[in-house]
């Protein structure tokens, strides 16, 4: 539907027909086929999930202390994601690291398959469906990597779809929510975020009610039970009522400032308002906006609070942004078609073309709605079969196709290869001060020989180590003093940075290996003295 008049009779229901393309189908294709061979998944974090999945498996039970690390071995740790990372180990043990891309394309691709529903559920527009979706596609592609949170995407947008019927699933609704969240629990952190959803859903009910001449209470009682039955599946995990409360800890403790080393990684930054990022985040909120404005029609109060919410979200800290595109969806797909509508009623009046467009959209929805919505993932899923099961020597194989050929070269600067080659060669233990990118390769690629300095799994550190990190790092005045007092016998750097520089021109340091990627810098041993 198009404004106020529907294109095509909603009681006609032609036959279907499997081979006609879809809308849906092609939304499927459209995103799968950029994830596969155009937007590459990076794999910037999966070694530490990989040699922690490895761990749980081998022990069956999970690290408590941080093992992985020599100045900080006795800190707790709480693998919160733990099933996530099972299944990537499972995964790579058994398909290699094509089979790690797969997953991540698969998961990703599933979540926009969600997305392109719950906006066709407003917006009866497939085709413009595909525009909205693609837009949220965007926002979450900014950061497509190997990691849990691909997981967490999809049990949010599934848990959005949910809520925008609080009668879908009927009696079985409770067992329904409490799979859900028992599952997004134990796979990602971010099912605090889907409690925060039904808070809010909560909330809006309770406003809608407060105006209303007369009242009625079913739906805020049945997301109450959502609730409570999500907070009791939140705590089914080996952690037990610690494993809900972490997350709560440590986004009070991000808020608050006590965490100021998140300042210096990269997705817990501020997008800030002034950078391609902010840019962005600014031209998307505005764009749902003005449709809301465009479309002439009063918002449902609970899709204006989750696009101000997760606008807001985005801009606090970068790693929020894929949530935006998928939380902006409901109030987008509700009011982009009505706004393009009244443009195109304006428009009809001038432009020629008015009519021929309205006849050509007239045949998409009547194609689309003939389609049974099977071709296009049918085909998209045979040729992944192919790229993906083909050797990598084949044209058609996923490794000529894209020029990765081992999962180092998904994110290679975050993988020094010849580095941790060179140290598993040297066989020795030290204490190391390696680059922060790189701890997570160093645990995959060198534990137990060696042990990290500091690593990307920011709660397994205090604070004095991430500062003790950075000091050293922007060479600040008593750098040379942390590496004395850590008892540093080797730093592992990238060639360029001004640590490496430095160390070249130190009488106690001595260049041990070095090629584009890495330099491996040992302390001179102080001779022994004659008597």
């Not at 800290?317 to 509700?334: Q, V």
């Amino acid at each position: 539907m198009i404004g106020s008049k529907p294109l095509v009779d909603p009681s006609m229901n032609p036959g279907k027909t499997w081979w006609l393309p879809s809308a849906f189908g092609l939304t499927i294709i459209l995103v799968g086929l950029a994830t596969m061979l155009s937007i590459h998944i990076k794999a910037d974090d999966i070694w530490w999930h990989l040699s922690t999945g490895q761990y749980i498996l081998d022990n069956f039970s999970l690290p408590d202390s941080n093992m992985y690390s020599h100045t900080a071995p006795d800190h707790h740790w709480l693998p919160h994601e733990w099933a996530s990372e099972v299944v990537f180990y499972l995964v790579y043990q058994g398909l290699g690291f094509k089979g790690l891309v797969a997953l991540g394309v698969l998961l990703n691709t599933l979540a926009c398959a969600l997305v392109f529903r719950l906006t066709l559920r407003y917006s009866n527009a497939p085709y413009l469906s595909i525009a909205i979706t693609l837009l949220a596609a965007l926002m979450m592609l900014g950061n497509f990597s190997l990691r849990p949170y691909l997981f967490g995407n999809l049990f949010f947008i599934i848990a959005l779809h949910a809520l925008e019927e609080p009668a879908a699933g009927g009696k079985l609704r409770p067992v329904l929510v409490f799979l859900l969240f028992s599952g997004w629990a134990n796979f990602h952190g971010s099912f605090i975020l889907g409690l925060a959803l039904i808070m809010l859903y909560m909330s809006a009910q309770v406003a809608i009610q407060l105006r209303a001449k007369r009242r009625s209470f079913a739906v805020l009682r049945a997301l109450g039970l959502d609730l409570l039955v999500a907070i009791i599946a939140s705590t089914v995990t080996p952690h037990h009522i610690y494993g809900l409360i972490f997350p709560f800890t440590y986004l009070q403790a991000a808020f608050t400032g006590q965490m100021t080393y998140l300042t210096n990684i990269s997705e817990w930054q501020s997008a800030g308002f002034d950078t391609p990022l902010g840019r962005m985040i600014t031209f998307y909120a505005l764009f749902c906006f003005f449709a809301i404005a465009g479309s002439a029609t009063s918002p449902a109060p609970v899709h204006v609070g989750l696009l101000v919410a997760f606008t807001f979200f985005s801009f606090t800290t970068i790693r929020n942004i894929p949530l935006l595109g998928i939380a902006a969806t409901p109030a987008l797909a509700r009011h982009l078609p009505k706004a393009l509508g009244r443009v195109g009623n304006l428009l009809g009046a001038i432009s020629p073309l008015a009519k021929p467009a309205r006849r050509l959209h007239e045949s998409l929805l009547t194609q689309d709605r003939r389609s049974m919505g099977i071709l296009l993932p049918g085909l998209l899923t045979l040729f992944a079969l192919l790229v993906f099961s083909l050797p990598s020597t084949w044209p058609m194989s996923y490794a000529r196709l894209t020029g990765k050929h081992k999962l180092a070269d998904l994110s290679p600067s975050f993988y020094p290869a010849g580095l941790i080659q060179h140290l598993k060669d040297r066989g020795t233990s030290n204490h190391v001060f390696q680059y922060f990118n790189w701890g997570g390769a160093f645990i995959y690629g060198l534990y137990p020989i060696q042990r990290v300095f500091i690593d990307q799994r920011n709660d397994c550190y205090p604070i004095s180590v991430f500062l003790d990190y950075f000091a050293v790092h922007e060479l600040r005045r008593d750098w040379r003093g942390v590496l004395d007092r850590w008892s540093i016998d080797m730093v592992a750097y990238p060639p360029n940075e001004a640590l490496s520089k430095q160390l070249r021109e130190e009488p106690g340091w001595t260049l041990e290996y070095e090629d584009d990627q890495a330099v491996l810098f040992v302390r001179k041993k102080e001779p022994l003295n004659q008597s």
